[in-house]
């Protein structure tokens, strides 16, 4: 099968920081420089390439996600394929008719209702009238927007502006479909009526190129993925592969920033906390650890005289600073009593359960009654790799192990319909 998308060793440079090169400005510097003399003004001009030899070829009917920070490269890419630039190297080219929802509102006129506006599009989409003519009920049914549809695009909302812009664009069903974002503004329900829509172009053969943060979306939509960071390719291969690459990275970075992992200083205790760690089962230090398998928490102290019962406490903590859990000797009903000498206390998660993601682990030992710290020591960093993700707050820090169960009603034992209980009354009163 061809390539419907072809990408070979494509940069685009720009200029940043660049003096005024509007006319106006231009014409003024020029006399000025005329009537006075000397040299132009100084440019501050600053280089920086949105993209560097990214190779990639897309076959007709593939999804492709393009994954990666802010400022990664991955609108640049979109608005090359839909010429909206041009690249400084390399080559690029797609096959067939292709639709853009790179920006809210690109290509809309405020001015113009949106019934005009659906008409404008599929002009600039290379359609003819009447062929606009035979999908436009089709695209006012999915944007929902009938009774809106003769006001100006000006006063319509985001979202509003986001179902029309989607509802054409998937409607007329061009060979190519670039969609950046733009289904963040949506409702739910219209979110998920745009999902199925875009896997309904999916199997009718259109290629896909999607842009979203929303790695579940991603999911959703794509089945290949690329890893694009400073405008160049870390990984392309599988939707799963390419974001747990970048969940990874994205939780060391995150880990490096966070300032919250300060050791304290404790001076003349009777017992010090030595090393604070997280271990497998076997007692040895994993690089990664899956969440669905059990580890182990030891904190290793040293009490320089007989401290007699003590209460410990471990807290762990995710690299972006949210405290995963909290575990206390004193809540659990549990106490130690600690002899002069060295000794390891272990706590045994099973199993693990926390999300996807970064974390550390903070030791501490206090008093009997749980009401001061006497010492207290952190972990070192390391990484869990379960199903979910932890980019997002409201995905959460664990995933707990879940039992499901399905219970049915037989249909006998339904209520009837309330046309039927009507039915049945007017039947009685009839008898009567």
């Given at each position: 099968?061809?390539?419907?998308?072809?990408?070979?060793?494509?940069?685009?440079?720009?200029?940043?920081?660049?003096?005024?090169?509007?006319?106006?400005?231009?014409?003024?510097?020029?006399?000025?420089?005329?009537?006075?003399?000397?040299?132009?003004?100084?440019?501050?001009?600053?280089?920086?390439?949105?993209?560097?030899?990214?190779?990639?070829?897309?076959?007709?009917?593939?999804?492709?996600?393009?994954?990666?920070?802010?400022?990664?490269?991955?609108?640049?890419?979109?608005?090359?394929?839909?010429?909206?630039?041009?690249?400084?190297?390399?080559?690029?080219?797609?096959?067939?008719?292709?639709?853009?929802?790179?920006?809210?509102?690109?290509?809309?006129?405020?001015?113009?209702?949106?019934?005009?506006?659906?008409?404008?599009?599929?002009?600039?989409?290379?359609?003819?009238?009447?062929?606009?003519?035979?999908?436009?009920?089709?695209?006012?049914?999915?944007?929902?927007?009938?009774?809106?549809?003769?006001?100006?695009?000006?006063?319509?909302?985001?979202?509003?502006?986001?179902?029309?812009?989607?509802?054409?664009?998937?409607?007329?069903?061009?060979?190519?479909?670039?969609?950046?974002?733009?289904?963040?503004?949506?409702?739910?329900?219209?979110?998920?009526?745009?999902?199925?829509?875009?896997?309904?172009?999916?199997?009718?053969?259109?290629?896909?190129?999607?842009?979203?943060?929303?790695?579940?979306?991603?999911?959703?939509?794509?089945?290949?993925a690329v890893y694009i960071d400073h405008g160049q390719i870390r990984h392309f291969g599988s939707t799963n592969d390419v974001i747990e690459m970048y969940e990874r990275d994205l939780h060391v970075?995150?880990?490096?920033?966070?300032?919250?992992?300060?050791?304290?200083?404790?001076?003349?205790?009777?017992?010090?906390?030595?090393?604070?760690?997280?271990?497998?089962?076997?007692?040895?230090?994993?690089?990664?650890?899956?969440?669905?398998?059990?580890?182990?928490?030891?904190?290793?102290?040293?009490?320089?005289?007989?401290?007699?019962?003590?209460?410990?406490?471990?807290?762990?903590?995710?690299?972006?600073?949210?405290?995963?859990?909290?575990?206390?000797?004193?809540?659990?009903?549990?106490?130690?009593?600690?002899?002069?000498?060295?000794?390891?206390?272990?706590?045994?998660?099973?199993?693990?359960?926390?999300?996807?993601?970064?974390?550390?682990?903070?030791?501490?030992?206090?008093?009997?009654?749980?009401?001061?710290?006497?010492?207290?020591?952190?972990?070192?960093?390391?990484?869990?790799?379960?199903?979910?993700?932890?980019?997002?707050?409201?995905?959460?820090?664990?995933?707990?192990?879940?039992?499901?169960?399905?219970?049915?009603?037989p249909e006998a034992a339904l209520p009837a319909p309330a046309d039927t209980v009507s039915e049945q009354l007017n039947q009685e009163k009839v008898a009567l």
């Amino acid at each position: 099968m061809t390539a419907t998308v072809h990408f070979e060793n494509v940069s685009k440079l720009y200029n940043l920081g660049l003096t005024r090169t509007s006319l106006p400005t231009m014409a003024s510097n020029w006399i000025r420089q005329k009537v006075k003399g000397g040299p132009p003004p100084a440019s501050t001009k600053r280089d920086f390439w949105a993209l560097r030899d990214v190779s990639f070829d897309l076959e007709q009917g593939q999804s492709l996600a393009l994954v990666g920070p802010n400022g990664a490269g991955k609108t640049t890419i979109l608005k090359l394929l839909a010429k909206i630039t041009k690249p400084t190297s390399g080559s690029l080219w797609s096959t067939g008719q292709l639709s853009a929802l790179i920006e809210l509102g690109a290509g809309f006129h405020p001015d113009l209702t949106g019934r005009e506006n659906i008409y404008l599009n599929g002009t600039i989409l290379g359609l003819s009238r009447r062929q606009v003519q035979e999908r436009f009920d089709e695209i006012v049914a999915f944007s929902e927007l009938e009774g809106f549809i003769d006001t100006p695009v000006k006063r319509y909302s985001s979202g509003m502006v986001v179902r029309l812009g989607f509802a054409v664009a998937s409607c007329i069903e061009q060979e190519v479909l670039l969609v950046d974002e733009v289904l963040a503004v949506g409702d739910v329900s219209f979110q998920q009526k745009c999902l199925n829509r875009i896997h309904q172009l999916i199997k009718g053969g259109t290629t896909i190129i999607f842009v979203s943060h929303n790695f579940y979306l991603v999911q959703a939509v794509c089945n290949m993925a690329v890893y694009i960071d400073h405008g160049q390719i870390r990984h392309f291969g599988s939707t799963n592969d390419v974001i747990e690459m970048y969940e990874r990275d994205l939780h060391v970075q995150r880990a490096d920033k966070f300032e919250g992992k300060q050791q304290k200083q404790f001076v003349g205790t009777d017992i010090e906390v030595t090393k604070v760690e997280m271990v497998g089962m076997d007692g040895e230090r994993a690089q990664v650890y899956q969440n669905r398998q059990p580890a182990q928490i030891k904190i290793h102290y040293t009490a320089f005289r007989d401290m007699g019962p003590l209460s410990l406490s471990v807290h762990v903590t995710r690299s972006d600073g949210v405290t995963a859990c909290q575990l206390r000797t004193k809540l659990d009903d549990v106490q130690f009593s600690f002899a002069r000498g060295s000794g390891v206390v272990t706590v045994a998660l099973e199993p693990l359960q926390l999300v996807t993601g970064s974390y550390y682990v903070e030791g501490s030992i206090l008093n009997e009654s749980d009401s001061m710290e006497i010492y207290s020591r952190f972990s070192e960093w390391f990484s869990v790799q379960g199903r979910g993700f932890s980019y997002e707050d409201s995905g959460g820090v664990y995933e707990p192990i879940a039992r499901w169960s399905h219970v049915t009603q037989p249909e006998a034992a339904l209520p009837a319909p309330a046309d039927t209980v009507s039915e049945q009354l007017n039947q009685e009163k009839v008898a009567l």
